[in-house]
């Protein structure tokens, strides 16, 4: 039988006509981009005194600047209007915008190049509201993390042929950069006519009134985005994501020229590889966090990115280039394996740390301006990105090496990182939760969709290891507010990240009765907040496998502030190596490591036929045999 999978939805005209509307933009975008930077950096010391590097640089900066003054504008029209039509709108501009750049190339005009590569920010800038707004109007929530992992495969994967192409064609002698231009204008024509069959799909705001002065509407679009915390951060950490990529791309010409002594054919190989890793990584994605938004791996991405840009460093120290060679003289040396790996690497962690920030943001921001919200995250990648091409220019100005620089960036990465994820706890506590669980176990999920996606509920759940809280958390998409005892609360390593998932500590009332009456009023706040509250009515772990009688403190909850109740059951923990077994205390003996545990979900009860008995009953008919 087959099972669903991110790949059905390139069957699907509610999804592939716009997929490939994209994926040809974006690889149009890097058939023009990469053909003029390689021009620029083999063949502009003929038409200008300007040094190659920053000729480089500044074209990044250029192709970024429409996004920080249009953004704003581009995420109103968005929302106000039908997008498929929008969409062939923008895409017969960027037929316009190509000509200018096939006249630019036929006729070795700078002038021109550069005036067609702002247009093309210029369209960029239209079409991002647009790719990230319309994917939750043709998806299910379960197939967002898929469908925006396919949107970032096919965004690199665009790059990378389109990367190859520009960087082949151009380099044909001797007409190389009108046979650029023209590819790129067919290639704008097909994404025209890809656009034709997009879907109907409607304005969210239709009565919105279009502020089209872009200032106050880029501060205004800033200020609603900041409204909401965790999509403010994933933004910043987007933005830092863009930063980080795009000082690397745009030093990939000057590293293979002046480090590794390649030609073209090298720069276009790095690029690749770059690119190929992202696509890769971006495809894990659906597969690693289960088909689910998955905050973990955030974390996971981020400590790839800085490991292996300090190792791209250290793999490039005592290489210098003595004469230019192509791909044959480059893949002769041993020491170039090691920076491809590295290269495929950082993309690959790359795409773990991009994709689950984009859903997020699609997930948890307000349907009526979501457009707005995506347009002011283009205006903070505009932002990062222009500032990485000026921080760029400037340390290779005082005098570091293109490898010195992407130390520097990678050690950035680690500040940036620790910063984020301090003011955002989940993303954080959902890595360790991640990690852990999916180092010891192989964790198979049933009836989880009887949890509601928002709103209060209490989850009760049956009590067999010290883990039993971090797998509820790495399964369950939603933050849970555990009330737990607070000797498993302090477990070492483990309390950190009870500490971090807002964990609610609870003592007996013969320990502690402050303890346990703070516990239920800030178990009552939660549900009134709306959150989930999580409760192991056994009140202690299992000694034996079996199921204690239920406690009645799921009751008291429930009687200062009703929710529904969902039972969880846990099966296959007992006997591992955070439980308790006849053979000894817990974490004493590794065992039942990598074994497939079970989480199962049952209807949810209303409040008011919450008995301890049903409860229990539940619990126990889905556990099973199975301890």
Known sequence: ????????????????????????????????????VIFVAFQASSMTTL????LVNLAGAVFIAPFVLLSATSGQLADKYEKSRLIRWIKLFEIGVMAIGFAGFLWRDLTLLFVALGLMGVHSTLFGPVKYAILPQHLRPEELIGGNGLVEMGTFVAILLGTIAGGVVVAVQPGGPALAGGLAVAIAVAGY????????????????????????ETARSLRFAHGNRVVWLSMLGISWFW????????????????VLGGNEQVVTLLLALFSVGIGVGSLLCERLSGRRVELGLVPFGSIGLSLFAIDL????????????????????????????????????????????????IQERSEPAHRSRIIAANNILNAVFMVASAG??????????????????????????????????PEFLMRFLAWLLVHTF????????????????????????????????????????????????FRVPVLSFIFRT????????????????????????????????VGIFPEGRLTEDGEMASFRPGVQQILAATPAPVVPLALRGLWGSFFSRSHRGRAMRRFRGVFSRITLAAGAAVPPDRVTLDGLHATVLELRGARR
């Open 313 to 360: 460093w250290l793999a490039s120290r005592g290489l210098a280039a003595t004469s230019l060679t192509g791909l044959d003289g480059f893949l002769a040396r041993p020491a170039h394996w090691r920076v491809a790996a590295d290269l495929v690497l950082i993309g690959l962690f790359g795409g773990f740390y991009i994709v689950p920030l984009y859903a997020l």
């Open 51 to 54: 040094d190659p590097n920053a």
């Open 391 to 424: 921080v760029a220019i400037g340390l290779l100005q005082a005098g570091l090496s293109i490898p010195q620089l992407f130390l520097v960036t990678g050690l950035m990465n680690v500040a940036v990182a620790a910063y984020i994820f301090g003011l955002v």
């Open 193 to 216: 006519l890809a656009s034709r069959r997009i879907p109907l799909t409607p304005a969210v705001a239709p009565q919105l009134r279009i502020n089209w002065n872009p200032f106050t």
């Open 441 to 488: 176990y192989r964790v198979e999920q049933q009836g989880l969709e009887h949890i509601p996606e928002t709103g209060p509920c209490v989850v009760v759940c049956n009590h067999v290891s010290y883990v039993d809280a971090v797998v509820l958390a790495a399964c369950i998409r939603r933050p849970i507010r555990f009330v737990m005892d607070h000797r498993i």
């Open 1 to 36: 039988m087959h099972s669903p999978n991110q790949f059905d939805l390139l069957r699907e005209r509610r999804f592939a006509p716009f997929f490939w509307t994209q994926f040809l933009g974006a690889g149009n975008d890097n058939v023009y981009k990469n053909a003029l």
């Open 501 to 532: 998932m807002r964990t609610i500590p609870i003592a007996p009332a013969k320990e502690d009765a402050a303890m346990k009456e703070r516990a239920f009023a800030a178990a009552a706040q939660a549900l009134a907040d709306g959150e989930i």
């Open 243 to 258: 930063f980080y990529g795009a000082t690397f791309l745009a030093q990939f010409a000057g590293f293979a020229r002046d």
